[in-house]
DNA sequence: TCAAAATATAACATTTTATAACAACAGTAT
DNA sequence: ATACTGTTGTTATAAAATGTTATATTTTGA
């Protein structure tokens, strides 16, 4: 009803559902506080998402973020500010970028998924394994060892972050995101 | 009838098959510890009702799930049902568990994350990369080549899915999943 | 700005449902 | 037959949900 309408008086529902208005009151309750409903004086309403904090779109190059995407770049900027990229491509690109500003930079190990810090992150790139993201490719590691033993099977170079930010930042030149998905 | 309506009294229960509310109590008690149903105050419901919301435990040894969980493995069955476990290592022993119930079966490729079918995954186990989840580890891919890579850097066997579940459930004699978290 | 009406909340009473402990019963092996 | 085992029903008690009432808060309209 509630998603029908946008709107549904407390009265209705109780009426609707047979039961007393109290215990419509409580049952909202459970929703409110899950954040799906928003209780108005005299009825219900549906929960705007537009607050939520999720940003969806890569800041760099604006493609869809999904919500597991261990390859994401965090920057922790200034003024409780967040910005969120798609890669460790587009990550590095847009930190370099905005310079000062970076209080931190975040990304997750490739292996393990545990968030680290980017600075002192292990980079790997010119690998034969293509995460089909941004060119040229950036995984990030926590671990060297992990980095290395990942470069035994599938190829590629292991960087540290000014090395990777170099070699990303000349590729730039020749345009770098790829468009897909 | 949980499964045509979804949802059923524990007194239509108690009338359809003639005895009393204690024993359906105490037989739904047996279908509840399978994880097959839940028990509401008053009724009855299917365990995880279609498409809906998340699965914050692991069916099988119930620890945490993240959301991210690339680990993850889920069953599909009959009814509507889906099941997730934490990782392989007890997706693999639900599923052997439920049988001809299990409709279908997915996890992840490790590398790439993107889904795959578990029975024609490739399975890689007594890697030295330690993920943390549960004992034996077990690792999923999609590709035989990253499978085979993959172990060319951090060692281990890689296995089809009858071979990995053969050689988990023998684990399990000795006892499985890891308490951890 | 105020009082009246409408709606919300809190505290308590009532009803419904769940659980635990025990007794009765049937089947089985000794 | 006797003791044992497992299942079921009964009862008393606990827990949860709902309803009722009194009181607080918000809205409305003058």
Known sequence: MIQEEGHVKIRDLSEKFE???MT?????KL??????VKKIFGGVQLQEVSNK???KQCTYCHKPISNEGKLTYQLILSANRIERTCCAHCGILRHKQLGEVVLQALCHDFMT???????????VMDTSLQMGCCEPQVLTFGNKDHAEKFVKGFDGTVLRFEEAAERVTEAMQA??????K
Do not use: P, Y
Not at 24 to 28: G, K, P, S, T, V
């Open 31 to 36: 929703l409110m506080e899950q954040g799906l």
């Open 53 to 55: 904090i999720q940003q």
């Open 24 to 28: 419509i009151h409580r049952d909202l």
């Open 19 to 21: 039961v007393s208005e």
């Open 175 to 180: 345009g770098c995101c790829s468009k897909q």
């Open 113 to 123: 998924n545990t968030t680290i810090s980017a600075t002192t992150a292990w980079f």
